[in-house]
C-alpha cells in the first residue's frame, strides 16, 4: 500500500489522524495532515482506508496492488 | 400536483428518531423542494451519497449573504448580517481563516487536554453526587463540562457562563425574532470584543490570544474578524457537545444493554466507537447544512439550479440504511465513523477532536461512577429542544 495526500485540499479535520496515528499526523503550523510514512505495514492497512473514505476532502489516495 | 411539504418536519413518536416525513423523502432517494419560514421553497437532500456529494461540491456555497441562502430562522439571518464567520464564506477566503484556527483544535493537542478534561469531568460528577437528588444533569453536568474546557482553550472567563449559554441558547432558537435577535447580538459582540482588547494590552496563553499576537499585528485578521470568530468558537464549542452529553446519556437509559456495554468496557476503542454511534444516530444538527447553488448541478436525479437554495438534511442521510444497516438501531459496537454528524467537505467541523475527547472522557466516566444512574422523570415529561437549531433537551431530570 502506498498512500498519498494532497495538502492542498486538506482541511485539517484531524480524521486521518484519529483513524490511524501512527500513518499520519497534522503540520503543528497550520493543522495540515503530513505522512508518518508512506508505505505503512499491514496491521495499519484497515485505518488508513478508514482515513481514506472519511477524509472530508477527499485528499487521500490510496494505491494497494 | 402535490403541495410542497413544510420544513422543518415535525419528529415521531420515537425522540430519537428524524421526522417520518423526512424518512419517507429518503426511500428513494429523493431531492424534493420543501417550504421554510420565509415561504421560499430550497430543495432538501436526502441519501447518504447524494448528502456527501453536494457537501463536497464546489458548486455549491455556503455563504449566508448569497441571494436563495436558505436561513434556518428570521433570527439567525438577522444574526449573519451582524456576524458572519469563516463558516459561512467560501474559499479561498473560508480556507485562510481557517487555517488560522486548524493547529488550535489538532488531534494532538486535543490528546493533550484529556488529563484537564479528566479531571474537570470527575469534579462536577463530584459535586453532583454531593448535591440534590434528583439533579438536572443539562445544568449540573453537560453544560458545564463543554463550557469550562472552551473558556479554558480562548481565555474567557467562566465566571460569565450564564451569560453566554443564555445568549447561546437565544441564538440558537428558531423563535427568536430578527427583532430581538439585533440588539442581542449587538451586546454578544460587544462581550467578546472586550475581551479581544484585553488580550491585545495583556495576552495570555490562549487561543484569542494568539490570534490577536499572531495574526492581527501582521494585518492577516482585524480586530472584528476574530470577535466573529470567538463568537463562532464560544457558542459552537459549548452548546453541541453539552446537547450530545445529555441526550446521549438518554439514549443509553433507553437502551439499557448498550450503556451496559458501555459502562462495563475497558477498551478504549469501543468507548471511541460508542461515541462515533451516538453521533450518527442523535444527529443534533437536525437543521440540515444550508447552501445555495452556484451553478447548475444535478443530484439525485434532479437538477438544481444556479441561485437555488439547499438543506442537506444530515439527519436522515445518517439514517441511510444503504450506508448504515439497520440504522435506526442503535449498536455502539457497529462501525459509524462515516457518519454526516460533523458534516462533510471543505467545512466538516473544525473542532471534531476535541468534542471527541469530550465525549469520551464524559461516556467513559459518568456511568463508571454512577452505575445506578436513572431518569428521575417519564420519558413523556422529557423537554426535547424541538424548538432550537441544535436538538437535545432542555432539562433532564435524574437520580442514581
Known amino acids: 500500500m502506498k498512500i498519498e495526500i494532497d495538502q492542498d ?57 | 400536483m402535490t403541495e410542497t411539504p413544510t420544513y422543518p418536519m415535525p419528529r415521531g413518536r420515537c425522540p430519537f428518531d428524524p421526522p417520518p416525513a423526512l424518512a419517507r423523502i429518503q426511500e428513494n432517494q429523493a431531492v424534493t423542494r420543501v417550504r421554510i419560514w420565509d415561504g421560499s421553497t430550497p430543495w432538501v437532500v436526502s441519501g447518504y451519497d ?77 459535586d453532583m453526587l454531593a448535591g440534590p437528588k434528583p439533579a438536572d444533569l443539562v445544568q449540573a453536568f453537560a453544560l458545564p463540562v463543554p463550557s469550562l474546557v472552551i473558556c479554558e482553550l480562548l481565555g474567557v472567563s467562566y465566571e460569565d457562563h450564564d451569560y453566554f449559554q443564555d445568549v447561546s441558547r437565544k441564538l440558537i432558537s428558531r423563535d427568536t425574532t430578527a427583532e430581538e435577535l439585533a440588539p442581542l447580538m449587538d451586546d454578544f459582540l460587544a462581550f467578546l470584543g472586550k475581551h479581544v482588547d484585553s488580550k491585545a494590552d495583556n495576552p495570555g496563553d490562549d487561543l484569542i490570544s494568539s490570534l490577536v499576537v499572531d495574526q492581527m499585528s ?65 444527529t443534533i444538527t437536525h437543521s440540515g447544512r444550508r447552501r445555495v447553488a452556484l451553478e447548475d448541478i444535478e443530484v439525485g436525479g434532479r437538477t438544481i439550479r444556479a441561485g437555488e437554495g439547499i438543506i442537506v438534511a444530515s439527519d436522515i442521510a445518517n439514517r441511510d440504511a444503504t450506508a448504515s444497516p439497520e440504522p435506526d438501531s442503535l449498536d455502539i459496537t457497529r462501525k459509524a465513523r462515516h457518519h454526516l454528524a460533523f458534516g462533510y467537505g471543505v467545512h466538516q467541523c473544525l473542532g471534531q477532536p476535541l468534542a471527541r475527547v469530550e465525549l469520551q472522557v464524559v461516556y467513559s466516566t459518568l456511568y463508571r461512577r454512577i452505575p445506578t444512574l436513572a431518569l428521575a422523570e417519564p420519558l413523556d415529561q422529557v423537554k426535547f429542544k424541538h424548538d432550537m437549531l441544535v436538538y437535545g433537551v432542555h432539562e433532564l431530570a435524574v437520580t442514581w
Not at chain 2, 464567520?85 to 486535543?110: C, G, W, Y
Request: some cysteine; hydrophobic content about 45%.
Open chain 2, 218 to 282: 501582521s494585518g492577516a485578521l482585524t480586530r472584528d474578524e476574530i470577535v466573529h470568530m470567538a463568537r463562532l468558537l464560544l457558542v459552537a464549542g459549548h452548546e453541541t457537545t453539552a446537547n450530545m452529553i445529555a441526550l446521549g446519556t438518554l439514549a443509553l437509559l433507553e437502551h439499557p444493554d448498550q450503556l451496559a456495554a458501555l459502562r462495563d468496557t475497558d477498551d478504549p476503542k469501543l468507548v471511541a466507537g460508542a461515541v462515533e454511534e451516538l453521533l450518527r444516530y442523535l
Open chain 2, 50 to 126: 447524494n448528502a456527501r456529494a453536494v457537501l463536497a461540491d464546489p458548486r455549491v456555497s455556503a455563504d449566508s449573504l448569497l441571494p436563495g441562502y436558505p436561513s434556518p430562522s428570521a433570527g439567525v439571518a438577522a444574526g449573519r448580517q451582524k456576524s458572519r464567520s469563516f463558516i459561512n464564506m467560501d474559499d479561498p477566503e473560508h480556507a485562510a481563516q481557517r487555517r488560522m484556527l486548524t493547529p488550535s483544535f489538532m488531534v494532538k493537542k486535543m490528546e493533550a487536554l484529556r488529563p484537564r478534561i479528566q479531571e474537570i469531568v470527575d469534579g462536577l460528577i463530584d
Open chain 1, 9 to 65: 485540499k486538506c482541511v485539517g479535520a484531524g480524521q486521518c489522524v484519529f483513524a490511524a496515528m501512527d500513518v499520519f499526523d497534522q503540520r503543528d503550523s497550520d493543522g495540515i495532515a503530513v505522512l508518518l510514512t508512506d508505505e505503512p505495514t499491514e496491521e495499519h492497512w484497515e485505518g488508513v482506508r478508514e482515513a481514506a473514505a472519511v477524509c472530508p476532502a477527499a485528499a487521500i489516495t490510496l494505491h494497494e496492488n
